[in-house]
């Protein structure tokens, strides 16, 4: 197994880049003020891997489409100012996560040569289109940790 190693310094370098022009971009927009915006945001290592799991599993079921290269798309996104609107089956969103950054995961697969979104519980998406209709569901992940409004003890940047 490979596992990716980056200097120390470049980490650093590019979380400071992060937060001394998006974050300040974002707190200090005239017309959609924020105090604060979340910074990182952790997942459950348990989480993380049943969702992989679930990919595997899933598409194996059906090799007729032929679906390979597998990977997850990772989708900056922030949560409604209405956090109600954010609540799911999976977890319960505080007050405190309302507009804040956050990661969204959707399942990739190559599909036609083009690495694409799709869900492994829906065939109709194995061919690369985006499901439609009002309160069509599909598989995501993005029940993290938002560092603030956590404590941003144990943090190293």
């Not at 590019?14 to 974050?23: A, E, I, R, V």
């Not at 990919?55 to 990977?71: D, R, W």
């Not at 990739?108 to 061919?127: H, L, M, Q, R």
């Amino acid at each position: 197994m490979s596992t990716q190693m980056m200097k120390l310094e470049l980490v650093q370098s590019m979380t400071d880049n992060y937060k001394s022009k998006q974050l300040v971009s974002i707190t200090t927009n005239p017309k959609i003020p924020m105090a604060f915006d979340a910074e990182a945001v952790w997942f459950d290592l348990k989480k993380l891997k049943e969702f992989i799991d679930t990919i595997e599993t899933e598409t194996a079921k059906h090799p007729e489409y032929g679906l390979s290269n597998f990977g997850i798309r990772f989708y900056y996104s922030a949560y409604p100012e209405d956090v109600n609107l954010a609540q799911t089956d999976a977890g319960t969103v505080t007050e405190k996560y309302a507009k804040l950054h956050t990661l969204i995961m959707i399942p990739t697969a190559e599909i036609n040569g083009v690495n694409s979104d799709f869900d492994p519980y829906n065939t109709d998406t194995y061919k690369g289109e985006k499901p439609k209709g009002i309160g069509t569901t599909i598989m995501a992940e993005n029940h993290g940790e938002l560092y603030p409004p956590m404590t941003n003890e144990g943090l190293w940047f």
